[in-house]
């Protein structure tokens, strides 16, 4: 039962580097998600998913980018970092269910740029 | 479009008491509304969700939540507080209209604390 799988957990970058969050679920959901928690600002969606070889924008997604070449995994790509870009991030997925989209999260993983 | 207002940052109660924690809610059709928990250093976790039906919806923890309508609100209740369920809660809504975006969007959270 690993449900939601991010890695790292935490990593601190400089401006200007680039990485790759990972994110990986195992019950065969079709739709993913990446959202960005932020104090008072609650969660912004980033890119979300709903199926293998399609992906789209949601609220904030300026400077990420995403990819989802299967259904278990749907990494989120940091190009350029920037300082704005230090927040915690969640991926979350779902079955899909057109609106009864129950999402299961990962646990998170924290990023700073300097 | 659709979105989510949690008027309190932060809700104060003392353990034992009953807890209530508030949010409203735009849609251009009917919603789907839901709750979710997140515990320090945690993910969010499912807690309740209001699809169609009886307007009283129970979820995990004790927890529980009346949809209206007419105020366009989904209030998360509990009868009896307990220190375990200090955490930030979050209300997140989809809109069921047709051509609506199902694409959950969440409110800014709400800091729940129980006081011993």
């Known amino acids: 039962n690993a449900g939601v799988t991010q890695t790292p957990k935490f990593q601190v970058l400089k401006t200007g580097q680039s990485m790759t969050l990972q994110c990986a679920q195992d019950m065969n959901h079709e739709y993913m998600s990446w959202y960005r928690q932020d104090p008072g600002m609650g969660l912004r969606l980033i890119h979300y998913?709903?199926?293998?070889?399609?992906?789209d924008q949601g609220e904030v997604p300026n400077g990420y980018n995403v990819s989802r070449s299967t259904t278990e995994d749907f990494p989120l790509r940091l190009l350029s970092a920037a300082p704005s870009q230090t927040s915690v991030y969640f991926c979350?997925?779902?079955?899909?269910?057109?609106?009864?989209?129950?999402?299961?999260f990962g646990a998170g993983s924290r990023l700073t740029v300097l | 479009a659709q979105s989510v207002a949690q008027p309190e940052d932060q809700v104060n109660v003392a353990e034992g008491n009953p807890l209530t924690v508030k949010c409203t809610y735009s849609?251009?059709?009917?919603?789907?509304l839901f709750w979710y928990v997140q515990y320090p250093n945690r993910g969010l976790q499912f807690l309740l969700k209001y699809i169609t039906g009886d307007n009283l919806v129970k979820g995990s923890y004790g927890f529980e939540a009346e949809f209206n309508k007419s105020q366009t609100s989904f209030h998360l209740k509990k009868p009896s507080a307990l220190v375990s369920d200090s955490a930030l809660y979050f209300c997140?809504?989809?809109?069921?209209?047709?051509?609506?975006?199902?694409?959950?969007?969440f409110g800014r959270g709400t800091s729940l604390i129980v006081h011993p």
């Open positions: 998913s709903v199926g293998a070889g399609i992906t």
């Open positions: 979350a997925s779902s079955t899909g269910d057109r609106g009864v989209n129950v999402l299961t």
């Open positions: 849609v251009s059709g009917n919603p789907y």
């Open positions: 997140a809504v989809s809109d069921r209209a047709s051509g609506g975006s199902y694409i959950p969007t």
